[in-house]
């Protein structure tokens, strides 16, 4: 996996971020070139979720900066200083990142067809026909052809997950954030999403991916970044960072994947 | 020496174990039951007796009100009333609730300060209060505030008894309204609104496509029971001298002193009313109760007396 392209999509400087007096994130650095794919490790509470939500906005953000695409997401520069945008230009730029959830959050009342075009018809207005076609290629890549009439209840949750990852890729995104995609799953349906996921970083989709599965990041991963209190503790390639960790809290929390 | 020849047939065929079965169980007798049984025919036939016995229910004369002119007016009037303060209800109810929930601080506190004071006041004196407004404002204007005046209105030829009823049950019911919808709003999972976001939506788009429809589920069947309780609500505009149901058959009452027979006149139609809207929202419950497990219970199923299934249906195996 060689990294042709060198723009970064993302760039994360001294990202800060408290809930109450709990400091969750203390200036996180990270910049994530166009086609590569970079897992997020750490133990639970490390801010790895947390950083991955500031990224497009769902989190507010209290220092530092995040540019998307060279964008801020949530800020215009007007006179050298960042001037917070409306909501709705806010929601505009949100586009651009696609984003996967834990609990998938499907969108029950539609079946999987509506759900893979709200995006594209409502928010973007594409023609419907075209989006129609797009979703049903999309489907097939993930596994799911001639499902677009079911609704989510009706599918399992390894198949809803890959339904949500169309979803995103229907919009698509020059970002794709997945927030711990697996650990809603039962074991036996993580297989099926994490190998979507593989072809995805193969075919050079830029991603994120914060997970606890460590034997995806040594597949898929062209980076690793290891996290805890807030901080990012080491980075490297899958083989120096899962295999040859530096830092004692890096090589404690592998330690349990043993 | 005898217990191992049986354990070992009874290993080979469960289905001739030895020894007492539950299938052959004698059920439990319930002696109780037959003496409330007892009780209530005898309360019931009690009832009956009065009912065609006591002349001064007066069934002539409700039989011939039943259907008089005045009181099907006054009918008419008490359904337009209901209809017309449920939807200024559900209106401002949804109006409320999005303020209630918006990020605007001051908006908050304005429908919050609403519904506080229209939910703690009883609805009678609400009534009572905009009959009467214009001993506390004797005209209304329109115009720039504080500045000048284009249209001023006496305020008593504009409320009119109508206005006023429409006035208090309509706010009224909003501040309720406001809550049932607020209720439904926050059913909805957080994580719906964020995927709505994450894939661009406005947040006035996330509440139309999303959040609204899943939240009707929760919002449509107490509102249902908001249009029955308002019906009955309406019969509070007598007060302010309204010509509703009641309001009609106190009138002709205070002419006859056919006060009873009136009364139940007016209790008949309430009845027929309230009967056909519970008929309607059952079937509403229903439909938005598709796909979830839970039941609920029909109309006339209070009427139903019939023993409980004793086996649950789990156990009609394929091989039983």
């Not at chain 1, 392209?5 to 809930?19: C, D, G, H, I, Y």
């Not at chain 2, 006035?204 to 899943?214: D, H, N, S, T, Y």
């Not at chain 2, 009136?262 to 059952?282: D, F, H, K, R």
Request: charged share 20%.
């Amino acid at each position: 996996m060689t990294i042709t392209a060198t723009r970064p999509v993302l760039e994360a400087r001294n990202v800060r971020k408290s809930f109450g007096h709990v400091e969750v994130l203390k200036g996180i650095d990270l910049e994530v070139r166009t086609g590569e794919t970079v897992v997020v490790l750490g133990p639970s509470g490390s801010g790895k979720s947390t950083f991955l939500r500031c990224i497009n906005l769902l989190e507010s953000v209290d220092g530092g900066r995040i540019l998307v695409d060279g964008n801020d997401v949530g800020y215009e520069v007007v006179d050298e200083r960042l001037h917070e945008l409306h909501p709705n230009e806010v929601a505009r730029r949100r586009r651009d990142i696609g984003m996967v959830f834990q609990q998938f959050n499907l969108f029950p009342h539609m079946t999987v067809l509506e759900n893979i075009i709200e995006g594209p018809v409502g928010v973007r207005g594409e023609k419907k026909q075209v989006a129609i076609e797009r979703a049903k290629r999309l489907l097939e890549q993930v596994g799911l052809a001639h499902r677009e009439d079911s609704y989510p209840r009706q599918l399992s949750g390894g198949q809803q997950q890959r339904v949500a990852i169309a979803r995103a890729l229907a919009m698509e995104p020059k970002l794709m954030l997945f927030d711990e995609p697996t650990s809603a799953l039962d074991p036996e349906l993580v297989g099926e999403v994490l190998k979507t996921m593989e072809e995805l970083a193969n075919e050079g989709l830029t991603m994120v991916v914060v997970t606890h599965e460590i034997s995806f990041a040594r597949e898929a991963a062209d980076r690793v970044v290891f996290m805890d209190g807030g901080v990012i503790v080491e980075q490297g390639t899958p083989d120096q960072v899962i295999d040859n960790p530096q830092h004692e809290r890096t090589r404690a929390f592998l330690a349990r994947f043993l | 020496m005898t217990a191992h020849p049986v354990q070992n047939e009874a290993s080979a065929r469960p289905a001739a174990a030895p020894g007492p079965d539950i299938s052959e169980a004698r059920r439990r007798r319930h002696p109780g039951r037959w003496v409330a049984a007892l009780v209530v025919a005898v309360l019931l036939a009690q009832l009956v007796n009065m009912l065609v016995t006591n002349e001064n229910f007066g069934w002539s004369v409700v039989a011939q009100w039943l259907t008089a002119e005045s009181i099907m007016r006054g009918l008419g009037v008490t359904l337009l009333l209901t209809v017309i303060a449920m939807v200024i209800g559900i209106v401002l109810g949804v109006l409320l609730a999005v303020c209630r929930i918006s990020g605007n601080p001051l908006l908050r506190s304005v429908a919050g300060g609403y519904i506080w004071f229209f939910r703690g006041t009883p609805t009678l004196v609400q009534l009572i209060f905009f009959y009467n407004l214009s001993a506390l404002l004797p005209t209304i204007s329109f115009g720039i505030p504080f500045g000048p005046e284009f249209i001023t209105l006496n305020t008593n030829s504009i409320i009119t008894p109508m206005l006023a009823a429409i006035l208090g049950l309509g706010l009224n019911e909003g501040a309720y309204m406001a809550e049932i919808v607020r209720g439904g709003l926050l059913s909805v999972d957080s994580g719906q609104r964020e995927a709505g976001a994450a894939i661009g939506m406005t947040n006035a788009r996330i509440m139309r496509r999303i959040v609204l429809p899943q939240a009707m589920r929760f919002i449509v069947p107490p509102t249902g029971n908001q249009v029955i309780s308002m019906v009955k609500a309406t019969a509070l505009v007598s007060v302010i001298a309204l010509s509703d149901l009641l309001y009609t058959a106190q009138a002709i009452y205070n002419r006859t002193f056919e006060t009873i027979p009136m009364l139940i006149v007016a209790c008949i139609w309430y009845l027929i009313v309230t009967s056909i809207l519970y008929v309607a929202q059952s079937f509403i419950e229903r439909h938005y109760n598709r796909g979830s497990r839970h039941q609920t219970t029909g109309f006339l199923d209070f009427l139903k007396i019939r023993p409980r299934a004793s086996l649950p249906a789990v156990m009609e195996g394929p091989t039983g």
